[in-house]
């Protein structure tokens, strides 16, 4: 008898923890729905990390922060001379390297006229220890050309560069077109920066 009675009450003392995960008073359904309600859980979990990953990639400056010096022009080159370059500032230690960060590599200015010259500014920045320079510029198509506020970032600060595309230059209406910007500088972990551009011209 007694150990009915404790077998018993070890079921009601284990029920009332339990009680609160039945839902529809099928175990079957109370499964579903627990387990819905986890995936759920999990995906604003998911979209709310990379959400907040997104906004710490934003660039924060201040009108301050733009370099403006030597200038680059940067136009179509594919041919220009890939002989390699000696940087003229090599940081002697390592954690004093220059990074390239930008404000975005991608931009879709969506559905265009042709006649319609686009433009759009993009940031440079250099968030290393030492200066970052950029060494060269060219663009993937004469319809497309970029001008810098400065070769040369010290840390810290910013360039501006602003990108033209021509929808009319070629014949391109009916198409989506991609068009982009590379940029070589000595950031040694990362020594080339390519920023496109999307558009589908009417």
């Not at 609160?20 to 008073?25: I, Y």
């Not at 594919?78 to 090599?90: A, G, H, W």
């Not at 060219?138 to 070769?151: I, P």
């Amino acid at each position: 008898m007694n150990g009915k009675s404790s077998a018993t009450t070890s079921k009601k003392r284990t029920f009332p923890i339990l009680s609160f995960l039945r839902l529809s008073g099928n175990k079957k359904w109370d499964y579903v729905i627990l387990g819905m309600a986890g995936i759920v859980v999990l995906a604003f979990i998911y979209f709310g990390i990379l959400g907040l990953s997104r906004a710490g990639q934003k660039l924060q400056y201040t009108p301050a922060d733009v370099v403006y010096g030597k200038k680059i022009h940067a136009v179509h080159g594919m041919d220009i001379d890939r002989s390699p370059q000696v940087l003229e500032t090599i940081p002697a230690n390592l954690s004093e390297e220059p990074v390239i960060r930008v404000s975005e590599s991608f931009f879709d200015f969506g559905e265009v006229n042709s006649h319609i010259v686009l433009r759009r500014t993009f940031v440079i920045a250099n968030t290393g220890q030492s200066a970052l320079i950029i060494e060269r510029a060219y663009t993937t198509c004469g319809c497309t050309m970029a001008d810098f506020t400065a070769t040369e970032i010290p840390p810290g600060k910013v360039v501006l560069m602003t990108l033209q595309f021509d929808p009319g230059f070629h014949e391109m209406r009916g198409t989506t077109v991609r068009r982009g910007v590379l940029i070589e500088t000595n950031d040694p972990n990362h020594p080339i920066q390519e920023i496109w551009v999307q558009a589908s011209v009417r």
